[in-house]
C-alpha cells in the first residue's frame, strides 16, 4: 500500500511511472481473475485505492494545489 506522504514527494515523472506499473499489476491480477489463479482477491481493491491515490496526487500536482 503507497503512502500519500511518500507519493507527495515525487515528481510528476516518478508518479507517471508508478501509475503505469499500477495499471499493468491491476490488468495482471484482473486476469489471473479470469483464469481463476487469484488467490488474495483484497489485491484487487488495494490496487486499485493505490492507483486513484496516484491519479489525485497528479491531479493536484498539474492544477498546483499543494
Known amino acids: 500500500m503507497l503512502k500519500t506522504a511518500d507519493l507527495r ?3 510528476i515523472d516518478e508518479l507517471r511511472e508508478i501509475e503505469d506499473s499500477l495499471y499493468k499489476e491491476l490488468f495482471e491480477l484482473r486476469m489471473q481473475l ?6 488474495n482477491y483484497k489485491m484487487l481493491g488495494l490496487k486499485r485505492k493505490d492507483l ?3 491519479k489525485t496526487i497528479l491531479r493536484e500536482k498539474e492544477l498546483k494545489i499543494r
Not at 34 to 39: A, D, F, P
Open 34 to 39: 479470469i483464469t481463476g489463479q487469484l488467490t
Open 52 to 54: 486513484a491515490r496516484v
Open 9 to 11: 514527494d515525487k515528481t
